[in-house]
């Protein structure tokens, strides 16, 4: 291949890969989509033990319904869904002292997860994107 056709394809290339970045960043958060993608999530990976209502079980599993922890700082919360915690915790007035085990779960996942719970059971909240999930990861 000639010098001249390398360079065309290389400058080429470079420009489609500086559109197709620049759409990703353009286009807005669904929030909606990830909530109903979360739910899925909630399904398979929390709600048997924080229940189907986010109730949780008093005393053994908090709740993420109307959970003043859950909802009071997001970083706390990605770390708790990727990392799972085993500290004393106050949530919702009740002290919890137990042991939840890390979840192996992929930006996307923990993003549409949190998007769920945290738009569900009485709660509102604010998106949390994959980026969020990736700035909270422990290095
Ligand atoms: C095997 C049971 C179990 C599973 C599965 C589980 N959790 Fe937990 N979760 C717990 C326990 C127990 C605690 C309290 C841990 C402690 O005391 O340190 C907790 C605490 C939490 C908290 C902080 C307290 C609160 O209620 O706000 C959040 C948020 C949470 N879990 C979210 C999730 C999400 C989201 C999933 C699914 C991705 C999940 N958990 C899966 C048992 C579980």
Redesign the pocket.
Known sequence: MKTKHVLFLTLTGLAVMSILSSFKKQTPFDLDASITRGKD??AT??Q???MDEGQ?VEG?????AK?D??MADTKR?IQ??LYG?????K?NGTV??????A?D?KDGEASD??NY?RNSFGNKGKAVIPDDVKAARKK
Request: aromatic fraction near 14%; glycine fraction near 2%.
């Open positions: 999530v909630y990976y929390c048997s033990c924080h949780g053994v599993f908090p709740p993420l959970a922890y859950l919360s708790q869904v915690a085993n500290t004393e915790m949530v919890y002292n137990t042991e939840m085990a979840i779960l997860v949190l719970v």
